[in-house]
């Protein structure tokens, strides 16, 4: 069954800390990954997109990392500030286009 | 320019009222879908369209029927609303299918007692 796994549900640090967080998947075959991020009482906005050959993607503070042999990816956060508070999620699509949406990491960056 | 607007935010319905979300997205896609997301769950895909005049069943259709009858907007009905239809429904847009961007609206949370 084609899964997405978010670790952890939730995390909180303080603000100018930096923090990684986790998605497994084993979705297969496999087209492209995505992270995105909800503001509470918002839609998920993008931040970014890989495909299997790619490895890191930057936005900005936010990192993405894909390791496409054991189905893992992860999204740091440097220098976090009060407006990363939000909930992060992971995205995977196969070769027919659906995606599979994770449940989501909830940060919460305190000062 | 507002990218994905959706109408109402919120709204309270009896079990057997029907309702109508609409979408609009002002980018000239092709691609609209409406999602449902709820506690503990990852997103899900109700309904899609790959254009004007089509639609197709995503993962979780029965209880919704959509309209695309303009390519700006994406209609998602509720003939006859169940308790288990409270959610928060989202409308997301995409100029093509694959590893593209999907641009969300800001969402409808729609309680069913």
């Known amino acids: 069954k084609n899964q997405v796994e978010q670790s952890p549900q939730s995390l909180i640090i303080l603000e100018g800390k930096n923090c990684t967080l986790q998605?497994?998947?084993?979705?297969?075959?496999?087209?492209?990954l995505r992270w995105y991020k909800q503001d509470t009482g918002r839609g998920p906005v993008s931040l970014t997109i890989?495909?299997?050959?790619?490895n890191t993607k930057s936005n900005g503070r936010y990192t993405a990392t894909l390791d496409a042999d054991t189905k893992q990816s992860s999204l740091h956060i440097t220098a976090s500030q009060l407006s990363d508070s939000a909930s992060y999620i992971c995205?995977?699509?196969?070769?027919?286009?659906?995606?599979?949406f994770g449940t989501g990491t909830r940060l919460q960056v305190f000062p | 320019n507002a990218g994905v607007t959706q109408t109402p935010k919120f709204r309270v319905l009896k079990t057997g009222q029907s309702m109508t979300l609409l979408c609009a997205q002002d980018?000239?896609?092709?691609?609209m879908y409406w999602y449902r997301q709820d506690p503990g769950m990852g997103l899900r895909l109700i309904h899609y369209?790959?254009?004007?005049?089509?639609?197709a069943k995503g993962e979780v259709p029965d209880g919704y029927n959509v309209s695309r009858l303009k390519k700006q907007n994406f209609l998602l009905g509720l003939e006859s609303a169940a308790p288990s239809q409270t959610s928060v429904y989202f409308c997301?847009?995409?100029?093509?299918?694959?590893?593209?961007?999907?641009?969300f609206g800001a969402g409808t949370r729609l309680s069913v007692l």
């Open positions: 890989m495909t299997f050959s790619e």
């Open positions: 980018m000239n896609h092709e691609y």
């Open positions: 997301a847009s995409s100029y093509s299918r694959g590893g593209v961007i999907q641009y």
């Open positions: 998605c497994n998947y084993t979705v297969s075959p496999f087209s492209n």
């Open positions: 369209s790959v254009g004007e005049g089509t639609t």
């Open positions: 995205v995977v699509s196969g070769i027919t286009d659906k995606l599979i």
